[in-house]
Structure formats: C-alpha cells, structure tokens
C-alpha cells in the first residue's frame, strides 16, 4: 500500500512543508466574502527518461523466468502503436481569498520507448537456467518495448506567486510551483524474445509523484500560456509482458507548454474586473478614522486690571 511506502510518505511530507504558508495578498481588496477562479489548459510535452531497470517475471511451472534488463536507455519517440500528439490536459481551481493556492488535476499520457538497438545487461533466470549476458535490444533481434501511454493522472496543490501586473490588469506575469501525485495507468506494448504483448490502456499499474516549476502569462485578464519543468517518480508494478508482468522505477522530466482560459467563479472577481482610474488600491480605508492629533490652543491672556477711581479731599 502506498501509505507504507516510507519514501513516498517523505515525499508527500516535503510537498507540504514546501507549499504551506500564509498566502500574500495579490490582488485588489473588495469587499467580498467569498473568491474563487477555475482555469482549463491544453498543450503538448517534451519528456526525457532517465535510464532504469526492468524487472521481469514470466513463463510457466518449470519453465519460469525471472530476470532484469539493467539501466537500460528509453526516449519519448513514437512506434507504430504509439502514434500520436503528446498533449497534457489540466484544470484547477484557485480556492483562498486572496487566489495564491489551488487544486490542480492533471493528466499526462507520456510515452516511453526503450531505444532500439542498444546494448542491453540481461541478468537472472530464463527457463530455470541461470543466465548473465548482453545483446542487442533491438526490433530485429525480437525485442521491443514501449509504454504507449503512462496515462499519469495527478492531483497537485498549486502556490501561485505575482511577479507583475500592469495597471489595467489586461497583462499578469505569475510564478507556480506544484506538487502531487496519483495513479498511472500505462497501455503496454512490448516483445520478449519475439513473444508479443499488447495490453488495453487504463488498467491501474502503478503511482506517479512530482514537483513542477512554470511561469503563467495571462493577457486580458482570462487567457493564458504557461510553460514549465516537471520532475516525475512513477512506480509501475503490473506491466503486462507474454505470460508474465514486469516491474519498473522510472524517472522523467518534462518541459510542458500550455495553452488555457480562466474564468471567475464569483462575483465582482478582482482578478476580472477592469480597475477604476487604472490603479489598484494599496490600502482600506478604516470605517472609523482616528481623529487627528491637534496642539492644545494657547491660554488666552489675562484681562488687565481696571485702574483704581480717583478720590477728593
């Protein structure tokens, strides 16, 4: 289970200390109770692998396989089954008064390739004999392996940080950092020995975490472009191979662009609405001003004494 996974538990646990805090004030001060913003975003992913090892289990009762394929080398390019746009899909919603955190739900179907023709360590059991060689992973020799879709979906806390807004508020320059995690659901295409193995796509086959920087530009107060890293930790623990599963650590990074819309989810939204006069109040006036401090009048003078009546003999 995942809560017994003590790296995942420090994971998630330097998630929140990096993302807590109190949120700063970014926006005009209204008088509203309530705030809110939901924005939805599409666009396409660049992603690098870094090399890991595969952990395969397969074959029958007396003729069982159990053996790795030691860091092996992958890229993101697609095979006749992985054909297709590398797109991303988010949408969030911005839920504090001041609209600095936000819940984020993303889905990112990234491909994984073991690049072909490379050398390869196979080290274990084949058919209950012992084996320790190299070979060529290549497509010739029978041998290919694609995750056709990791099918990553995660559930990220957002922290948003203002860098600029000009005056009329039609341009914004944000800051995010994101953390979070969830399932991932990879469909599966690959060739052992020549065996084929195709499995469908959306069958729960392990978790994915990461942490991801962007910059948000937003123009006319409600679309957007965003571009950012993202550094992934996906568990795979059911990778379906010809009569067998396989198991696998993957590590990949990502430089994502995204194109979405914004729009408030109150009203009188200060991140909507056009200022007066072009200027955004710094400061609330207070209901009941303090009276000015005035200096004490001078005492006025004393009245000069009426002479005395003059008197006769």
């Given at each position: ?9 420090i994971?998630?646990l330097?998630?929140?200390v ?6 700063t ?49 992958a ?14 899909v988010k ?6 008064y ?29 058919d ?21 879709g990791?099918?990553?979906i ?5 922290k948003?940080f203002q ?7 039609n ?20 060739s ?9 796509s959306?069958?729960l086959?392990?978790?994915n ?8 530009l937003?123009?006319m ?5 965003e571009g ?6 996906a ?12 198991t696998?650590k ?10 979405g819309?914004?729009f ?5 939204n ?12 710094l ?10 401090d005035v ?12 002479p005395?009546?003059?008197?006769t003999?």
């Open positions: 289970m995942l809560t017994g996974n003590t790296s995942f538990k994971f998630f330097f998630i929140t990096l993302l807590a805090g109190r949120a004030a970014q926006v005009s001060m209204y008088d509203a109770d309530r705030r809110g913003s939901v924005y939805i975003g599409i666009g396409s992913n660049t992603a690098t692998h870094r090399p890991s090892t595969i952990e395969i289990t397969q074959g029958t009762p007396g003729f069982s396989s159990s053996y790795t394929l030691d860091q092996v080398a890229d993101s390019k697609t095979t006749s089954k992985a054909a297709g746009f590398a797109y991303n949408v969030g919603y911005f839920f504090d001041n609209q600095t955190f936000a819940v984020e739900l993303s889905y990112e179907p990234v491909k994984y390739h073991v690049t072909d023709g490379q050398k390869v360590k196979l080290k274990g059991t084949v209950n004999a012992a084996v320790d060689t190299s070979f060529a992973f290549s497509a010739a020799n029978g041998y290919f392996y694609n995750i056709d990791s099918n990553m995660s559930v990220n806390l957002v948003r860098l600029l807004q000009i005056k009329s508020h341009v914004r320059l944000d800051a995010l950092v994101k953390g979070g995690g969830g399932p991932a659901m990879p469909h599966v295409f690959n052992i020995k020549g065996k084929v193995a195709e499995y469908p959306f069958q086959g392990g978790w975490a990461g942490l991801e920087a962007a910059l948000r937003t123009i107060r409600h679309v957007y472009v950012g890293y993202r550094y992934s930790y568990s795979y623990n059911d990778i379906g191979v010809y009569s067998g599963t396989a696998q993957l590590s990949t990074s990502q430089v994502i662009f995204t194109v819309y914004t408030a989810t109150t009203k009188r200060p991140l909507f609405t056009k200022p007066e006069r072009y200027y955004r109040p400061t609330i006036k207070p209901i009941y001003p303090e009276p000015l200096a004490d009048p001078e005492p006025a003078p004393a009245p000069a004494p009426e005395a009546p003059e008197t003999e």
